[in-house]
């Protein structure tokens, strides 16, 4: 059963200061991995996709890693600003039946 | 594009009554999941529908919630009875198939009191 993990749970930096969130999980059979973006009271929006041959994704200040050996992913966001203030999950696909396996996500704060 | 759209937003109801999420998802998605995320934790698969069948419920405890998909395009989730524990987002998704990207509607707040 494939466990994904993300810490911190929560964050809270100035605005400008870059963030990185980190994801683990423990299978390392995945077909992709998902980063969402979960505003308060509303559903997941999807920031990048890494399928499991690629390193990494770029899209705007967002750039996503991934270490499929180590069972790693991170992303990075340049130069925060408050509108970056959200819950960010992660997501693995298993390659044998592809099922999400979700994190709690990071909450991140990004203080004017 | 259209997104996948859900409805209600929002819903509270007692506990021991009957409610129903409907879903449609974007044309040509043939993969519809279902999802419930409590308060503080990710989203928990419930259901998985390719086309009109379905490929997997583990999940869904079956006692009290169902679904369907008609005509492999909109989908309903009910609960019935409600419990108190029920209490969560229920997020509906599709994809174009499976290991694809995924496409998350806004969800339906469900509050059980």
């Known amino acids: 059963k494939q466990e994904v993990t993300q810490i911190p749970a929560a964050l809270s930096v100035p605005e400008g200061e870059n963030l990185v969130l980190n994801c683990s999980f423990t299978d390392s059979a995945i077909y992709n991995l998902q980063w969402f973006r979960q505003d308060p009271g509303k559903g997941l929006t999807s920031l990048l996709l890494i399928q499991s041959s690629q390193r990494e994704q770029t899209s705007g200040r967002l750039n996503a890693s991934l270490d499929k050996s180590s069972g790693r992913s991170t992303l990075y966001i340049a130069a925060s600003q408050p509108g970056d203030s959200a819950t960010y999950l992660c997501?693995?696909?298993?390659?044998?039946?592809?099922?999400?396996?979700f994190g709690a996500g990071t909450t991140v704060t990004v203080r004017a | 594009e259209a997104g996948v759209a859900q409805s209600p937003r929002y819903k509270i109801i007692e506990k021991r009554q009957s409610v129903a999420f409907w879903c449609n998802p974007i044309?040509?998605?043939?993969?519809l999941y279902w999802y419930q995320q409590i308060l503080g934790q990710g989203p928990k698969l419930l259901i998985q529908f390719q086309n009109n069948g379905v490929v997997d419920d583990s999940q869904l405890p079956k006692d009290r919630f169902s679904a369907e998909r008609l005509k492999g395009v909109d989908s309903t989730l009910k609960i019935q009875p409600a419990k108190l524990e029920d209490s969560a987002v229920y997020l509906c998704a599709s994809s174009l198939g499976t290991g694809g990207g995924y496409t998350f509607g806004s969800g339906t707040r469900l509050t059980v009191v």
């Open positions: 997501a693995s696909a298993r390659s044998n039946d592809y099922k999400l396996s």
């Open positions: 044309s040509g998605h043939a993969t």
